[in-house]
């Protein structure tokens, strides 16, 4: 809505208050706000005001945190909300074939 701004400090006030708050027992709890899923949130609001390279960084730690250490997606709805916005910012930036890729991971987490 043109209010970005606006946006960007609503945000920082969000992660002030987040990191002002103990680590939650349990990051499985949907009525828990964990730093992973304030990234995922963040992610989608830098995503929709065209701001790239805070998206894709987020996109890629939110992919990150939502995969386990043995390569085992967490969380795998936010893993294909990441990968949408990865791949609206390879097309913003003119990469056709990376964006389709993302949206096909996304679509089908069963592509390579």
């Known amino acids: 809505m043109g209010r ?3 946006m960007l400090k609503t945000l920082e006030h969000g992660r002030v208050l987040l990191d002002g708050m103990p680590y939650p027992d349990n ?3 949907h009525f828990m706000v964990d730093p992973s899923k304030y990234d995922f949130y963040a992610m989608d609001c830098y995503r929709q005001v065209g ?3 805070l998206a894709r960084e987020l996109s890629e ?3 990150r945190a939502s995969t386990d250490f043995q390569n085992h ?3 795998p ?3 294909a909300e990441a990968q ?3 791949g609206v910012v390879a097309a ?3 990469n056709l074939d990376e964006a389709i890729g993302y949206g096909r991971r996304a679509l089908n987490p069963l592509v390579n």
């Open 4 to 6: 970005n701004d606006e």
């Open 77 to 79: 709805m936010r893993i």
């Open 84 to 86: 949408v916005t990865l």
């Open 51 to 53: 701001e790239n390279r």
């Open 61 to 63: 730690e939110v992919i």
């Open 27 to 29: 990051v499985e709890n």
């Open 92 to 94: 913003r930036e003119g």
């Open 73 to 75: 997606e967490r969380w």
